[in-house]
């Protein structure tokens, strides 16, 4: 099955407020021209190895742009996000309307939750397993909703450090159920509950450097796994791992504190069985 992903062009895309530490000191300073062309070069290398779809950008959501955060995809439904703050609450009704243009079944959870879709929802590569993040942007009730709604088992990760304020910024599921990962960005409890679901030898752990250069911020399709930057170390750990890393700049989406997996969401995600119950 070849892999189908979300991404919205940067039409109107800017930094245009502040609503993570990433975006301090950078309203009004994205440069549109780099921006595009950053952006195209992603979808190009990702369109190499799967399908990219575009949904048409609007204006007045500049953030719209980071596709990941429309919602969650499983199967044929959708779960539609409800932004934390205002500035991106305008994205909804764009990607309500198509992801129903498209034949999926878009599901909501309770108006007074927040959820931030697969920024902060992501599915194990190896069992089947919902991997949620909360402290920032999502809240922690939705867990046991996203659970009974998908009939999934949800694992819920407090994240404690503000700059990594989606789970996608420091936690990347990869395929054969490995895991790139940032424990710092997580409480003890939480790393504990990870260490307890994946065995040491799947854990790629990374550096401070690299996870602020948002590497485990990756799109992983298959082998190939793309990002914005990382360190020889690193590179070296994911190809020992059967993996070829592609580096694709995406320094003016970090002003805004977004990176590739931000600008993508997978829309052929479907239901596992598990991969690691042999590892």
Not at 43 to 70: C, H, K, L, Y
Not at 148 to 157: K, Q, T
Not at 230 to 248: E, N, P, T, W
Request: proline content about 5%.
């Amino acid at each position: 099955m070849t892999d189908r992903y979300l991404m919205c062009a940067p039409d109107h895309f800017e930094v245009a407020y502040v609503i993570n530490p990433w975006m301090q000191g950078n309203v009004a300073l994205s440069k549109n021209d780099v921006a595009d062309r950053q952006w195209r070069v992603l979808a190009a290398s990702i369109g190499e190895v799967a399908q990219v779809e575009r949904i048409p950008a609007m204006s007045g959501v500049p953030d719209m742009v980071f596709t990941a955060n429309a919602g969650l995809v499983l199967g044929n439904t959708f779960v539609l996000s409800h932004f934390r703050h205002p500035e991106r609450q305008g994205e909804e009704a764009h990607f309500a309307a198509w992801f129903a243009t498209q034949g999926f079944q878009v599901e909501q959870l309770p108006p007074d939750l927040f959820f931030e879709g697969a920024g902060d929802a992501l599915l194990d590569r190896g069992e089947p397993l919902l991997w949620m993040g909360y402290g920032h942007r999502t809240s922690a009730a939705c867990a046991p909703m996203l659970a009974d709604m998908l009939e999934i088992d949800v694992e819920p990760l407090k994240l404690v450090d503000e700059r990594f304020y989606h789970l996608d910024t420091c936690f990347c599921p990869l395929e054969g159920g490995y895991l790139m990962y940032y424990p710092a960005a997580f409480d003890e409890a939480s790393q504990n509950r990870i260490a307890a679901r994946i065995p040491a030898k799947r854990r790629l752990i990374v550096s401070d450097a690299d996870a602020l250069d948002f590497a485990c911020n990756a799109v992983n399709c298959g082998e190939h796994v793309f990002l914005n930057r990382s360190s020889a170390g690193l590179v070296r750990v994911l190809q020992a791992y059967g993996f070829s890393v592609k580096q694709i700049p995406l320094t003016e989406f970090m002003k805004a504190g977004g990176s590739a997996k931000c600008l993508t969401l997978k829309l052929n995600e479907m239901r596992r069985s598990s991969v690691r119950a042999a590892a």
